[in-house]
Structures are given as C-alpha cells and as structure tokens.
C-alpha cells in the first residue's frame, strides 16, 4: 500500500508554517471526525490519516526526517510504517491532538485527567395551575454526588493523603522513546491523575465523593408554564479534579385543571347557562382561579358557543411582572330535564312563538333545508 504525502493529504505547501498547518489539520479533522461520521469506515481512515499527517509535520524533528527521507524514515522504526513506533495506539495520540487544538472538553475532545466540570442533573416538578398561579417555595431533594467529608474529597484515609504517582513522578503523562520520536501519553498507574492513593478512604472507598441527598429551596415563579426550565447555576454535581461544579434544571409541568384550559396567559372554560337565563339575560357565577368567584353577564338572547371575556382573570406572566391574561368564558345553554307539568305546559305553550325574530337560526337553517331538497327536485328533473 502507497502512502500519500503527508503535505498533500493536508493540501498545504512544502514551507507551511504551523499556523497554516494546524488550520488545515483543524478543519480536515472537523469533517472527518468519527463522531461526526458515525459508522462511515472511509471517514475513518482519512481522521487516522490527517491525524498521522499532522502529528509528524507539527513536530520539527519529525518533520526534518520526513523531508529527507520521506516515509522511509519511519519504516526502522519496529513500526510497520508507523512514525508512532510500535505498542503505541495511534488513536490515543490522535485523540490528545485533537484536543490541543479544539480544547479539552470541545468538539470531541477528551483530556484525561485533568478537570472535569460536573455532571448537570433534572428534576422533574409537577405543580397545579393554581401553583402556577400564584408562584411556589418549594423545597427538593435532590441526591448528588457531593465531596467526601472524611478526607475532603482526597479518598485517602484520615492520616494518610494520596501520593505522587511514582511512574509520571506526578505529571499524569509518561514519555517513552520510540526510535527518533519521544511520545507522551497517559500514566496508566494513575490514570492520569498524577497521584494514586495507598489507604483509600473508608467512607467514599477512594473515589473521593459519596452520595448524598441534599436540600434545596427553589422559587417557582408565578405564571410558569408547563415545560419551563428552571436552572440553578452550580446546584449539580461536584467536579472532579477541581472542576466546576454542573447546574441543576428542573423541569416543570403544570398539571391539567378540571375547569380551566390554558393557552399561554390566557384561560378559557365552559360554563352551563339556564335556557331561561340564556333567553331572558341575567348572571352566572363562575370561579376564577385565584380562588375567588366572577359575575359574568349574560346577555338577553345569547346562544351556544358565546365567549365573554373578564379582563386579567387569566394566568400572571412569567416574563413581565404585573401583565395578566384574560379568562374567557364559553357558554352552553342548558336544557332543563325533570320540569313538572305545570312548567311542561308553560313550554308548551311558549312553543307557540316562531318565527325569524323568535329563532333566527333555525329559520336560516330552514332555508337552507329548503333549498337543498329544490337542488335535488331540479337534479332529478334534469336527469
Ligand atoms: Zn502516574
Ligand atoms: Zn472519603
């Protein structure tokens, strides 16, 4: 198998400086990254090969032999071809020049050892719309992994504290010499961390963090709405290795009301209105749900389906303090069930009106009817 000139594989000149040619490593490593490429084989290959390219030109000492020699440079080296050298994984050292130049913890990126911001956690909190209405101190309890008291998150035993690794002399990187090239990885003895552990602590085992469940108050502002996040900046878990602490979320979900439906600030319901008072005008009493009662009015005549609206009796909005939505009521007229036979004959004979002025839907609907079946007359004639 030929293998292609490392100066080509990155499209850069001969004389590249290292700025041009870290860029270029830059943006081939982006497209061809495999978390970029999941399962694409090719793209692969060409990471390995972009990574191998740039691994030898960015370092001078490599790069002076690779000029002069070409990749016969590399071949007597007990590598097969590898200018890493033999027991090496070249993958460990594509993946450590990847975060030199994207910075640990980006784009893929993961340095070992070092710190490590922690873990964000969720909490899902369910509330009631009249909660939601009025805002909420709630209290949780959130388990977290917090630093171990006993040995202040060392995890070694009282007495005792971890010790410089002896194998990286605490660096968390060991060097070895592979023919002309000097490579640096990870201590394997302490995993990077530059210090092991002899007594490890008996509370946390050595891990430095025990699980705790702890107490937060959180303010639930009034007017949130279903699927709002709440962030409590540095309320997650613990770090490691001094990292930052992560953040907390709570994810909240405003139960579904018996009355009322939601839609942003806005309520709505539906309230039943007596025939009577749907025809004759008058009032109803509906709740509100800051747990108080509205007087609707009810004007003579109105039908199904009619919306009134009161004016800030909806939900607070959670963005600007002091706005209110609006509660609007549907109404349904109501047809009375069990009437004696007094108020059967008073219907009776109020059965006697009709007319356009008395119903005027279903005179339109009538006439609807009506010209529908002289459609299908002229229809039948025609056929
Ligand atoms: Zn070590
Ligand atoms: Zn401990």
Known sequence: MS????YEVLGVARDADDKQLKSAYRKLAMKYHPDQNAGNGEAEEQFKEVGEAYAVLCDADKRAAYDRYGHAAFENGGGG???FGAGVNPEDIFQDLFSQVFGAGGFGGRRRGGPQRGSDLRYDLEITLAEAYFGKDETIHVPQAVPCEPCSGSGAAQGSTPEKCDMCDGHGRVRAQQGFFTMERTCPRCSGKGKVIRKPCKECGGAGQVRE???LSVKIPAGVESGMRIRLSGEGESGTAGGAKGDLYIFVDVVEHDIFERDG????CRAPVPMAT????GEIEIPTIDGGRAKVAIPEGAQT?????LRGKGMPSVRSSGQTGDLYVE???ETPQNLSARQKDILREFCDCSGADCHPESEGFLGRIKRF?????DEKRAN
Request: charged residues 30%.
């Open 278 to 281: 749907a025809a004759l005008g």
């Open 331 to 333: 109404m349904f007229v």
């Open 213 to 215: 469940e702890r107490k």
């Open 81 to 83: 071809g590898s200018p």
């Open 305 to 309: 389906g009619r919306k009134l609206r």
């Open 373 to 377: 079946w002289s459609g299908h007359e």
């Open 265 to 268: 600030p806005n309520l709505y």
């Open 3 to 6: 293998k292609r000139d490392y």
